[in-house]
């Protein structure tokens, strides 16, 4: 079964940067939108950035734009997420997905089937 695996997450004082990976785990498959989520304790999930196309398009949250950049490696069909400044209310649990769709606005807006994630790498960032 396909699926994904994070790497990178930790423990940093605020202010400080962090990237996370993410690559293919098991079989490949297709996708064309990815992007990172994150979840803290007690609250929803929230989707903090995303790319489709292989980068030609790009959102991010605004609790994180101009912080976070996400990027990808288009030959391994990696994700990365490279975290700027951060800060305590940055921590949290950060999965990445994929999926695939015909509409750059439907990954763009986040309403697509993400069909595969990972399990999820820790960040936590102190005061």
């Known amino acids: 079964q396909a699926q994904l695996a994070e790497s990178g997450g930790g423990s940093v004082e605020a202010g400080g940067s962090l990237t996370l990976s993410c690559a293919p785990s098991g079989r490949t498959y297709s996708s064309n939108c990815m992007g990172w989520f994150r979840q803290a304790p007690g609250k929803e999930r929230e989707g903090v950035a995303r790319?489709?196309?292989?980068?030609?398009?790009?959102y991010y949250a605004d609790s994180v734009k101009g912080r976070f950049t996400i990027s990808q490696d288009n030959a391994n069909n990696s994700v990365y997420l490279q975290m700027n400044r951060l800060r305590p209310e940055d921590t949290a649990m950060y999965y990445c997905?994929?999926?695939?769709?015909?509409?750059?606005?439907?990954?763009?807006?986040?309403?697509?089937?993400?069909?595969?994630w990972g399990q999820g790498t820790q960040v936590t960032v102190s005061s």
């Open positions: 997905a994929a999926g695939w769709t015909s509409s750059v606005g439907l990954c763009y807006s986040g309403e697509i089937d993400f069909g595969y």
């Open positions: 790319i489709y196309g292989g980068g030609r398009t790009t």
